[in-house]
C-alpha cells in the first residue's frame, strides 16, 4: 500500500541523495528555497518506506506569463522502486496542491533521460536542450493547468 504525506526538506535527502546527487556531498542536496513557508515537500511511502520525494516551489519563470506559477524539483524515486507508477502518482499529487493553490502554470528543468516520463503526463518541452553543470542535459518543460 502506498500513501504520500508531507515531509520536511531534510526529509527528502534520503532518497535526493542516492538518486540525484550520488557521490556527491550531502550539502548538495540541499535547493535554495527549500525552507520557504511557500515549498512543499512531499514523500510517497511504500509499505511505510520512504521511496519516493519531490518539491514544489512557488516561482515564477519569467519566460512564462502570468503570476501563479510552480516549480516543481527534486523529483526522484529510489531505483529498485522506479518504472511502478510512484512517480506518477507523485506527480499527480503535484498537481492537484498546486491547483489548490490557484496554479495556473507548473515548469521545471527535466533531465533529458526524464523527458518521456514528464511527456507521458502531458509536459511540454520549451526551447532547446541546455546543460546544467555538474548535473547534465536538461530541457525545460511546462504545463498549463485548469484551475479546480
Ligand atoms: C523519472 C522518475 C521520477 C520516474 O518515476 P517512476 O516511478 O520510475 O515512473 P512511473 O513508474 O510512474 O512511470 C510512469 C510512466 O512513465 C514511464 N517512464 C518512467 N520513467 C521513464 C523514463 N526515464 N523514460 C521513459 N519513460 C519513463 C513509465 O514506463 C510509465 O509509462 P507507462 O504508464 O506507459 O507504463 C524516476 O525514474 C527517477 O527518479 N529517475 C531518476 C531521477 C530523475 O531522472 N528524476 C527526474 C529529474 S528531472
Known amino acids: 500500500m502506498e500513501i504520500i504525506k508531507n515531509i520536511s526538506s531534510l526529509e527528502t535527502y534520503e532518497v535526493r541523495q542516492p538518486v540525484l546527487r550520488a557521490g556527491k556531498p550531502i550539502e548538495s542536496c540541499q535547493f535554495d528555497g527549500d525552507d520557504l513557508p511557500t515549498t512543499k515537500h512531499f514523500g510517497i511511502y511504500n509499505d511505510e518506506k520512504l521511496v519516493g520525494v519531490v518539491s514544489v516551489f512557488n516561482k515564477i519563470n519569467n519566460i512564462f506569463k502570468g503570476p501563479n506559477q510552480f516549480q516543481i524539483r527534486g523529483m526522484a524515486i529510489l531505483s529498485e522502486y522506479q518504472k511502478r507508477g510512484f512517480g506518477e502518482k507523485l506527480l499527480h499529487h503535484c498537481e492537484v496542491f498546486i491547483k489548490s493553490q490557484n496554479g495556473t502554470l507548473i515548469w521545471f528543468n527535466a533531465r533529458e533521460s526524464a ?8 509536459y511540454n518541452k520549451v526551447g532547446a536542450l541546455f546543460s546544467i553543470p555538474e548535473i547534465g542535459p536538461h530541457y525545460l518543460m511546462k504545463k498549463e493547468i485548469d484551475p479546480l
Open 115 to 122: 523527458v518521456s516520463f514528464y511527456e507521458k503526463s502531458n
